[in-house]
């Protein structure tokens, strides 16, 4: 029988057993486990607010991009805005240049033709008046003596050759 006693089923010690249970539980429930889920919907809140943040920086980086390449796309149709003016300005300036130099050059051109003018009318003065020196030289000569055709022929012979000679 003492075998029985073993294996056999008593009420008390069930019912003693489950208030024990219960006890324990409520104490545990009171101690333990209102501490531990505070810390873990602390904990939670903290995780919450550390995606939420995340978040907040993902978005607002974001938009910093967005602003950058807003930016860098400004920057470049100001920077393609300045070459083109730079090469508008430049080519303005070549133009420029050249009309100033076909300019100068049609002035040196004009000078050296007044200049060429000017030499041409003094060797001009020159030779006339170097012919008006022969003529009075062959006149004064002419008036000297009487003048026949042989000698006519020298003297015509003489102011062909004075007229290459510059004494």
Do not use: C
């Not at 939670?44 to 807003?70: C, G, H, L, P, T």
């Not at 008006?132 to 030289?137: M, P, R, T």
Request: charged share 30%.
């Amino acid at each position: 029988m003492q075998s029985l006693d073993i294996i056999s089923v008593n009420f008390w010690q069930i019912i003693i057993s489950l208030v024990n249970l219960l006890i324990i539980y409520r104490i545990m429930k009171k101690f333990l486990f209102k501490p531990v889920q505070k810390v873990m919907d602390t904990r939670q809140s903290q995780v919450d607010r550390i995606f939420s943040e995340a978040d907040d920086s993902r978005d607002s980086a974001n938009q910093m991009k967005r602003e950058y390449e807003q930016k860098l796309a400004g920057a470049r149709q100001e920077a393609d805005t300045m070459i083109k003016t730079a090469a508008q300005t430049a080519q303005l300036r070549g133009d420029q240049i050249v009309a100033e130099a076909k300019e100068q050059a049609a002035h040196a051109r004009q000078k050296a033709e007044r200049e060429i003018a000017q030499q041409k009318q003094q060797m001009l003065q020159d030779v006339r008046s170097e012919i008006s020196e022969l003529a009075v030289d062959i006149a004064s000569k002419v008036v000297e003596r009487e003048i026949n055709q042989k000698d006519y022929d020298g003297f015509v012979d003489e102011f062909i050759q004075n007229v290459g000679d510059p004494s």
